[in-house]
């Protein structure tokens, strides 16, 4: 068979000609069953397996047998008739009598499962129906009296061979049913375990492919990020050059420009700015990805950051009647950071939320100490479970940055996408908005870069709320 | 096959193949009831509450070897295990499991016209866990059975007989629940299996039976009265191997 078959086979599991009585049959079971043989029929019931142990027994005693085996004569006879029997095969018939010297018999049966022997049952003594004396077997051994021998052989069950062969019978079909039962569950338990076995096999082998796949794909991943920091830089340079040229331009370093020619130089100036920040975003969102970005971290504040982009973005705002307000919150607290990416950060969020607040909405820049509650800000579905928080973590304090807009909002089912790079809702607002899908991937990074976590809620009755966490600076 | 010259024995694996509720175990049950006690052993099934195949189910024959022509049995006892696999999908790890060592297989198709992807999808299952098992389907001994015949909506016979002479395996009809077409099936999967196991192994030799005497041996031993040139006779296209072809 090949490499991947399984080490047992259906048809060893089926024990074929391996099946024992001891094996299948629980002992107790099969020792009451042979009690109430007996007791229903008076007669002493043995069972024997293959290799000749003794499995069960009723172990009752006749009077005659214990009277017997008084004399030392009588114990001698009795224990050779008993091994006679124990030892005697049940004959190609599957059926023999064996004759006791007193008069009584034994019928040994060959007990058979699937057409093989799997051991023998013992019937008897019995007398048989035909026996009305005793006989001289028995007489003849010093120290028996006639009489009382007579009066004992009397008491000893008396059964006619049809009768013993219908016992015989019965008990070998109920044996059988008890062997055939025992022999199912087995193979049906081992048969269950075999199918586990086997699927466990099967899902492992997917399991190693998917993770080779899955391996070859973060390489692949890798070599991408490597090739856009890359392709990023080189792009700059020249770009560089272009941007100053066409200020200069228009400058009139290289003489006067008509209005039009100022007009072309202007939009060149414009776009070039334009590609140089989507070119930007992109080497900070590989520096990101490969972990390279460099952060200088100190203590800083986080109010006087929130009032520079305020008042960064305040034309903008202006320009588009969207009302630009920094609550007031006399935050005091430090935070370990780099003033300059929180800056981008909190830009990007900004520039964002005035992108897509129509005219007359509001844009609000709130900031507040929270406690850590332990919960994954990550998921607002998870915000309100408290459950077992005593045992989760300590508590932390963390300055919450919220910017809310009374924007378009964003649908919840959205909301985990949209820290994807390059991804936007709705790939049309790129043209009536405007931005390249970066942003918040890199306003995500740079927030976790700072150990910090950032989520989406509603502003009701519209807008979008973005919620930063940023964990406080060690006292 | 096994051989166990201690236990005087030889033992055949037979696998009643097909997608689920074709008849599999329909087959073995009146295969049980269509023979008679002593060389046929008791069925056993290993089934879930709602009647399907769990696992698989087992019916074991026993057939003594008789001498030829008055001549002394040899003692040796050929044991022919049938097994059905469990048809649905989900149980493709037992399947193969049940599959595995196995001299013949019966295929056991739904008549209906409804159910002949599902056939198809069968039969693809059994070729692909053949070759998991480095086997080749060609090179073993297969019967096709067309079951369900009485119901309605199933495929013609005249459709049938087109498409079993297109093929290479012999193709039975049956009606299982009713009983007819199980002996057929079953006789021409043995006459198929023994002509191979004969021609690669000698076992007529082996276990002292003529190698032509074997299928009306066993027919006698499971009391079945129907000639077993009958039932062979029944086979519709493809083609029964003619004798063992023994190799030197």
Same mark, same amino acid.
């Given at each position: 068979?090949?490499?991947?078959?399984?080490?047992?086979?259906?048809?060893?599991?089926?024990?074929?000609?391996?099946?024992?009585?001891?094996?299948?049959?629980?002992?107790?079971?099969?020792?009451?069953?042979?009690?109430?043989?007996?007791?229903?029929?008076?007669?002493?019931?043995?069972?024997?397996?293959?290799?000749?142990?003794?499995?069960?027994?009723?172990?009752?005693?006749?009077?005659?047998?214990?009277?017997?085996?008084?004399?030392?004569?009588?114990?001698?006879?009795?224990?050779?008739?008993?091994?006679?029997?124990?030892?005697?095969?049940?004959?190609?018939?599957?059926?023999?009598?064996?004759?006791?010297?007193?008069?009584?018999?034994?019928?040994?049966?060959?007990?058979?499962?699937?057409?093989?022997?799997?051991?023998?049952?013992?019937?008897?003594?019995?007398?048989?129906?035909?026996?009305?004396?005793?006989?001289?077997?028995?007489?003849?051994?010093?120290?028996?009296?006639?009489?009382?021998?007579?009066?004992?052989?009397?008491?000893?069950?008396?059964?006619?061979?049809? #009768?013993?062969?219908?016992?015989?019978?019965?008990?070998?079909?109920?044996?059988?049913?008890?062997?055939?039962?025992?022999?199912?569950?087995?193979?049906?338990?081992?048969?269950?375990?075999?199918?586990?076995?086997?699927?466990?096999?099967?899902?492992?082998?997917?399991?190693?492919?998917?993770?080779?796949?899955?391996?070859?794909?973060?390489?692949?991943?890798?070599?991408?990020?490597?090739?856009?920091?890359?392709?990023?830089?080189?792009?700059?340079?020249?770009?560089?050059?272009?941007?100053?040229?066409?200020?200069?331009?228009?400058?009139?370093?290289?003489?006067?420009?008509?209005?039009?020619?100022?007009?072309?130089?202007?939009?060149?100036?414009?776009?070039?700015?334009?590609?140089?920040?989507?070119?930007?975003?992109?080497?900070?969102?590989?520096?990101?990805?490969?972990?390279?970005?460099?952060?200088?971290?100190?203590?800083?504040?986080?109010?006087?950051?929130?009032?520079?982009?305020?008042? #960064?973005?305040?034309?903008?705002?202006?320009?588009?009647?969207?009302?630009?307000?920094?609550?007031?919150?006399?935050?005091?607290?430090?935070?370990?950071?780099?003033?300059?990416?929180?800056?981008?950060?909190?830009?990007?969020?900004?520039?964002?939320?005035?992108?897509?607040?129509?005219?007359?909405? #509001?844009?609000?820049?709130?900031?507040?100490?929270?406690?850590?509650?332990? #919960?994954?800000?990550?998921?607002?579905?998870?915000?309100?479970?408290?459950?077992?928080?005593?045992?989760?973590?300590?508590?932390?304090?963390?300055?919450?940055?919220?910017?809310?807009?009374?924007?378009?909002?964003?649908?919840?089912?959205?909301?985990?996408?949209?820290?994807?790079?390059?991804?936007?809702?709705?790939?049309?607002?790129?043209?009536?908005?405007?931005?390249?899908?970066?942003?918040?991937?890199?306003?995500?990074?740079?927030?976790?870069?700072?150990?910090?976590?950032?989520?989406?809620?509603?502003?009701?009755?519209?807008?979008?709320?973005?919620?930063?966490?940023?964990?406080?600076?060690?006292? | 096959?096994?051989?166990?010259?201690?236990?005087?024995?030889?033992?055949?694996?037979?696998?009643?193949?097909?997608?689920?509720?074709?008849? $599999?175990?329909?087959?073995?049950?009146?295969?049980?009831?269509?023979?008679?006690?002593?060389?046929?052993?008791?069925?056993?099934? !290993?089934?879930?509450?709602?009647?399907?195949?769990?696992?698989?189910?087992?019916?074991?024959?026993?057939?003594?070897?008789?001498?030829?022509?008055?001549?002394?049995?040899?003692?040796?006892?050929?044991?022919?295990?049938?097994?059905?696999?469990?048809?649905?999908?989900?149980?493709?790890?037992?399947?193969?499991?049940?599959?595995?060592?196995?001299?013949? +297989?019966?295929?056991?198709?739904?008549?209906?016209?409804?159910?002949?992807?599902?056939?198809?999808?069968?039969?693809?299952?059994?070729?692909?866990? !053949?070759?998991?098992?480095?086997?080749?389907?060609?090179?073993?001994? !297969?019967?096709?059975?067309?079951?369900?015949?009485?119901?309605?909506? +199933?495929?013609?016979?005249?459709?049938?007989?087109?498409?079993?002479?297109?093929?290479?395996?012999?193709?039975? $009809?049956?009606?299982?629940?009713?009983?007819?077409?199980?002996?057929?099936?079953?006789?021409?999967?043995?006459?198929?299996?023994?002509?191979? !196991?004969?021609?690669?192994?000698?076992?007529? $030799?082996?276990?002292? +039976?003529?190698?032509?005497?074997?299928?009306?041996?066993?027919?006698?031993?499971?009391?079945?009265?129907?000639?077993?040139?009958?039932?062979?006779?029944?086979?519709?296209?493809?083609?029964?191997?003619?004798?063992?072809?023994?190799?030197?």
């Amino acid at each position: 068979m090949t490499a991947q078959a399984p080490d047992v086979s259906v048809d060893d599991l089926l024990l074929d000609g391996r099946i024992s009585l001891e094996d299948m049959v629980d002992r107790d079971a099969l020792d009451e069953l042979c009690r109430s043989f007996a007791s229903l029929f008076g007669i002493s019931v043995r069972i024997y397996s293959k290799e000749g142990a003794l499995v069960a027994d009723t172990a009752g005693e006749q009077e005659l047998c214990v009277y017997v085996n008084t004399t030392t004569d009588g114990r001698r006879a009795c224990s050779s008739t008993v091994a006679a029997v124990r030892s005697r095969d049940a004959g190609p018939s599957g059926d023999v009598m064996h004759p006791c010297f007193t008069g009584a018999a034994y019928r040994i049966i060959a007990l058979e499962y699937d057409g093989r022997v799997v051991g023998r049952l013992i019937v008897g003594p019995f007398l048989p129906a035909n026996v009305t004396d005793a006989p001289a077997t028995l007489l003849d051994i010093p120290g028996i009296a006639t009489e009382r021998a007579a009066t004992l052989l009397a008491k000893m069950p008396r059964a006619k061979l049809e #009768t013993v062969t219908r016992i015989a019978a019965h008990l070998k079909a109920s044996l059988d049913l008890i062997l055939f039962s025992g022999h199912k569950a087995f193979v049906t338990s081992k048969m269950h375990l075999m199918s586990v076995r086997e699927s466990y096999r099967q899902l492992e082998e997917k399991t190693a492919r998917l993770q080779e796949a899955f391996d070859r794909l973060k390489e692949l991943d890798r070599l991408k990020s490597n090739f856009l920091a890359t392709v990023s830089h080189e792009l700059r340079t020249p770009l560089t050059s272009i941007i100053g040229y066409s200020e200069m331009l228009g400058e009139g370093f290289a003489g006067q420009l008509t209005a039009e020619q100022l007009d072309f130089v202007k939009t060149i100036h414009g776009k070039g700015d334009q590609l140089l920040s989507l070119i930007m975003s992109l080497l900070d969102l590989s520096k990101l990805e490969s972990g390279t970005m460099r952060m200088t971290m100190g203590t800083m504040r986080l109010e006087p950051v929130l009032a520079e982009v305020v008042s #960064t973005l305040a034309p903008t705002a202006r320009k588009k009647r969207v009302k630009l307000a920094l609550a007031p919150s006399g935050l005091l607290a430090e935070l370990r950071g780099d003033p300059e990416r929180l800056r981008q950060v909190f830009l990007n969020l900004v520039e964002n939320a005035i992108k897509f607040t129509p005219a007359d909405g #509001t844009v609000t820049l709130s900031a507040a100490m929270i406690d850590d509650d332990g #919960t994954s800000p990550d998921d607002g579905s998870e915000g309100d479970d408290d459950s077992g928080l005593a045992l989760l973590a300590p508590v932390r304090t963390l300055v919450e940055v919220r910017v809310a807009d009374t924007g378009i909002g964003i649908a919840a089912r959205e909301r985990p996408r949209v820290f994807d790079p390059f991804y936007q809702v709705d790939s049309s607002s790129t043209r009536e908005y405007g931005g390249t899908g970066l942003g918040l991937s890199i306003v995500k990074r740079l927030v976790e870069g700072h150990g910090g976590s950032i989520r989406i809620e509603d502003n009701r009755p519209t807008g979008t709320v973005f919620a930063v966490r940023l964990p406080q600076a060690p006292p | 096959m096994q051989i166990n010259f201690g236990g005087r024995e030889i033992a055949l694996k037979l696998v009643y193949y097909g997608p689920a509720l074709s008849g $599999k175990t329909t087959n073995l049950r009146s295969l049980h009831q269509l023979t008679t006690e002593g060389a046929r052993g008791r069925l056993m099934t !290993l089934e879930t509450k709602d009647d399907r195949t769990l696992f698989f189910d087992m019916l074991p024959l026993a057939l003594r070897a008789e001498g030829a022509r008055g001549a002394p049995s040899t003692g040796m006892t050929l044991r022919i295990k049938i097994f059905t696999v469990p048809g649905q999908i989900l149980h493709a790890s037992t399947r193969r499991l049940v599959l595995q060592g196995a001299d013949g +297989v019966a295929f056991i198709a739904d008549s209906q016209i409804s159910e002949t992807e599902h056939n198809a999808a069968s039969f693809f299952d059994l070729r692909q866990n !053949l070759k998991e098992m480095s086997l080749n389907i060609k090179a073993l001994p !297969l019967v096709i059975q067309f079951n369900k015949r009485d119901l309605e909506r +199933v495929r013609p016979d005249q459709e049938l007989a087109v498409l079993a002479s297109r093929g290479r395996e012999p193709v039975f $009809k049956a009606s299982a629940v009713n009983g007819q077409g199980v002996l057929e099936t079953f006789f021409g999967l043995l006459h198929q299996t023994w002509a191979k !196991l004969d021609g690669e192994h000698q076992i007529a $030799k082996m276990i002292g +039976v003529p190698s032509d005497q074997l299928l009306p041996m066993a027919a006698r031993q499971l009391g079945i009265k129907t000639d077993v040139q009958t039932l062979l006779a029944s086979c519709v296209g493809g083609a029964l191997v003619r004798a063992p072809q023994v190799t030197p």
